[in-house]
């Protein structure tokens, strides 16, 4: 079946895959739960495992793409039944009636407000598809989407320990070879975690970038406070600092740390918003699990850059397979520039590949996956077609 490039999936391919040829042959699909090494204390809930689904995808001339959809519990609208669901339904129509149109081609034009934003399953299933198609030309994702990418991406070590472990952690991830550490705060007394902070810039020197992340747990003036308390610190940026994003602004004037999106890109955004009036609106956090599709990741990432806003790649503990198409997105978007937030593998006991997605002196490999890459022993098959 001949599928139109312009459109396959929803976004623009680079000129060389004009008229790609795409027959589907088969698909297999695996559930895997793979164990924390700790409990993962997130916002809303504390997970024992991540749960998630790959997805292996065959054409008829014997190529492979691989996916990952792996809702995560608390940020992700839907679960682990819904998703996998959603994938055996959209798989199906791939497979049995050539289907590749994305989910966003609405046949009735919808406010912005009344769009609900795409599910997990597509940016899963659309890495799947558009990796067949990269390993058929033997090229990553990203020199697929964006036509280059490097071969290696920095990361930023994450500490999301109590405050009494946050200067060793910083010690030991800067000893690691860290150049950019992102802490987690919002937990305790924001005074104390402003201390902290201090704490670590004084340790680390002035050489190491800080990022803070918030997940939105201040109001206004308890974001300020904490502000205020950092302000001499040079914090990069700060993730989410308040629950209204609306006030973020006025964040900005009031105390000059900057600060980026996360969560306010999971959702569906009002296209006339100027960003303009968001001074101090340093970088885009993506996070392309939560933002749902490719088509509205790469819109996002083209916005950011119009802007001069930096677009920053984020998981959400993904497996290794996830992990690798969002290195090879990394290394095409911001390559050996942005230090990414990808540091969320060695927080799980084991993975999905032989070789896990492994960061050395605080660099992680761009690398493309095969079928014989991939260890299944965490997983279950729970459809083939
Ligand atoms: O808030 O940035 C977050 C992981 C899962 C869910 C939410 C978040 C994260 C991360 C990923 O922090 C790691 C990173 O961005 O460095
Ligand atoms: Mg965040």
Redesign the pocket.
């Known amino acids: 079946m001949g599928v139109s490039a312009p459109n396959f999936v929803g976004i623009r391919l680079s000129s060389q895959f004009q008229n790609i040829s795409l027959e589907l042959k088969s698909a297999r699909l695996y559930k895997f739960s793979l164990p924390f090494k700790y409990e993962l204390k997130?916002?809303h809930t504390t997970l024992r495992q991540r749960d998630g689904l790959i997805l292996i995808l065959t054409d008829t001339a014997g190529h492979v793409g691989l996916g990952e959809i792996s809702p995560?519990p608390g940020?992700s609208r839907e679960t682990m039944e819904t998703a996998l669901y959603k994938t055996t339904m959209l798989v199906d129509r791939m497979i049995n009636f050539g289907e590749f149109t994305a989910h966003h081609n609405d046949r009735r034009p919808m406010s912005w407000e009344k769009r609900t934003a795409p599910s997990v399953v597509h940016f899963g299933v659309e890495t799947a598809l558009l990796s067949l198609l990269a390993n058929a030309r033997s090229i990553s994702l990203g020199a697929m989407l964006y036509g280059h990418s490097s071969n290696k991406i920095p990361?930023?070590g994450?500490i999301?320990s109590s405050l009494s472990e946050w200067v060793p952690e910083a010690d030991f991830l800067v000893n690691e070879g860290y150049k950019c550490l992102?802490i987690?705060v919002g937990r305790i007394n924001p005074t104390l975690e402003a201390r902290g902070i201090q704490d670590i810039r004084n340790h680390v020197g002035p050489d190491i970038k800080l990022?803070l992340?918030a997940?939105r747990s201040w109001d206004l003036d308890t974001a300020l406070e904490f502000g205020k308390a950092v302000s001499s610190a040079d914090i990069e940026y700060i993730?989410?600092p308040i629950e209204n994003p609306a006030d973020l602004p006025r964040f900005y004037d009031a105390c000059g740390v900057p600060f980026a999106f996360?969560?306010t890109l999971h959702r569906i955004i009002d296209p006339s918003i100027s960003l303009d009036s968001y001074t101090g609106l340093k970088a885009f956090?993506l996070?392309p699990t939560?933002i749902g599709c490719t088509a509205r990741f790469v819109t996002l990432v083209n916005l950011a850059k119009e802007q001069n806003i930096t677009p920053?790649l984020?998981?959400?503990?993904e497996s290794d397979v996830g992990l690798a198409a969002l290195a090879q997105l990394a290394g095409s978007i911001s390559g050996e520039e942005v230090a990414?937030?990808?540091?969320?593998r060695s927080a799980l006991t084991a993975g999905t590949t032989k070789i896990p997605s492994t960061i050395q002196n605080g660099w992680m490999p761009v690398r493309t996956l095969s079928t014989q890459d991939l260890d299944l022993s965490y997983c279950e098959l729970v459809y083939q077609s």
């Open positions: 997130l916002k995560l940020f990361v930023n994450l999301r992102k987690k990022r992340d997940n993730e989410e996360d969560e956090v996070k939560l920053v984020s998981s959400s503990f990414v937030g990808l540091d969320t």
